[in-house]
């Protein structure tokens, strides 16, 4: 068959009308997957598992896994092509037909922005209290080892490890640090405990863990639930051990050891993300409907500094309506310690904009289209 039968064919088959349909109907399928696994799951875990994959897995015995059905990852990338295959080939580039090339292009926009969210959105969350200044937020999905040189007394040093490369056998070394760090164990869930009389052996030598017990538990998902990871790490330098630590982030103290006239300091922590500005919590109102206890609205005054930037002004921060700075969006989430504490969610996605100018441009796009329609109609009948 000559090859460029054989493009046109394939031209063919990927701008088709039925390959359009079957990609609806799996994301639709999908869609019904992802909402009833987000009752054992949660929302995050769900969506990941589903929407935001290129094959959704089947768990095996052993740790294996099994590819069960395409994801929303490869389905919407199938249907980007179908609909970029379908503009050129099968829509006239003519100016009767602008309105639905307008339609086609946000739809197009659409699933752009939703793989860029996939890949580059980042959210976190900044508690602070009443009176409290800020300067990072934290990441409770995630975790990081933070090493801490504490030898001076009014600032630490901090190096921090992604809890990505805290996995058994790894040996972890920085300029920054006179020893290295190997991972023994590594449990994205534990049980911790105080020891008893009956426990094996503790493979901790320093800190407080010879005094722990700690086993490994599965992995909590709901979206109210935290995993209480746990590490167990050996300082070395060079060939001697300075000793094997547990460390946790449900361990509210860090622990470490002093040598060489430094002192060093270990904790498991919810990942920072470091701001090149502060915000300060000057005040948090919590409003309920007159008579009841039903909230009505909750709102943050903060005071924004950014030296940098010449920034040094109040904010208000409440429902539906965030700060929005340096590429980042501030929402009022929740509260905590008797309206004392109010928690941001921080989100950064650079193509937060890309769904708005796709909807207006659909919008734009059907209306040019069937209002040309109906003027072409109107003047038929006259």
């Known amino acids: 068959m000559p090859r460029e039968s054989l493009v046109r064919r394939a031209a063919r088959a990927l701008s088709s009308l039925k390959l359009t349909l079957t990609c609806l109907a799996l994301l639709m399928l999908l869609v019904v997957a992802c909402t009833l696994l987000q009752v054992p799951l949660g929302t995050r875990v769900a969506v990941e598992r589903t929407i935001r994959t290129f094959l959704v897995w ?127 164990r590594w449990y994205a869930n534990s049980e911790l405990g105080m020891r008893k009389p009956d426990s094996p052996p503790s493979e901790a030598t320093a800190g407080i863990g010879p005094g722990l017990d700690v086993r490994e538990a599965p992995e909590v998902a709901s979206d109210d639930a935290e995993n209480a990871a746990a590490a167990l790490i050996e300082v070395r330098d060079g060939a001697e051990s300075l000793g094997t630590f547990w460390v946790s982030n449900e361990l509210g103290a860090p622990q470490g050891f002093a040598r060489g006239g430094r002192t060093w300091r270990f904790s498991l922590r919810p990942r920072r993300y470091y701001l090149p500005f502060a915000l300060t919590l000057e005040e948090f109102h919590h409003d309920i409907y007159p008579g009841t206890d039903i909230p009505k609205n909750f709102s943050s005054i903060v005071r924004l500094r950014d030296p940098s930037r010449g920034e040094d002004r109040p904010v208000k921060i409440w ?23 109010s928690v941001l969610q921080v989100v950064r996605n650079p193509g937060w904009r890309l769904p708005y100018l796709a909807c207006a441009l659909v919008a734009l796009g059907l209306v040019l289209h069937f209002g040309a329609k109906l003027a072409s109609s109107l003047g038929g009948a006259r």
């Open 58 to 184: 089947a768990p095996l015995d052993g740790g294996r896994r099994l590819p069960v059905f395409p994801g929303g990852g490869l389905v919407g990338a199938v249907l980007l092509v179908n609909l970029l295959f379908a503009q050129f080939l099968r829509l006239e580039l003519s100016r009767r037909k602008a309105g639905m090339w307008l339609a086609h292009l946000g739809v197009v926009l659409l699933f752009v922005g939703e793989f860029g969210t996939a890949l580059f959105q980042v959210e976190s969350q900044m508690p602070i209290e009443v009176g409290q200044t800020r300067d990072y937020s934290e990441d409770v999905r995630r975790l990081e080892l933070a090493v801490a040189d504490a030898t001076a007394p009014d600032a630490d040093v901090v190096t921090a490890v992604p809890d990505s490369l805290l996995r058994p056998g790894a040996e972890i070394a920085h300029p920054s640090l006179p020893f290295s760090i190997r991972v023994r």
């Open 319 to 341: 429902m539906n309506n965030p700060l929005r700075y340096d590429g980042k969006a501030f929402y009022q989430a929740s509260f905590g310690q008797g309206d004392r504490v």
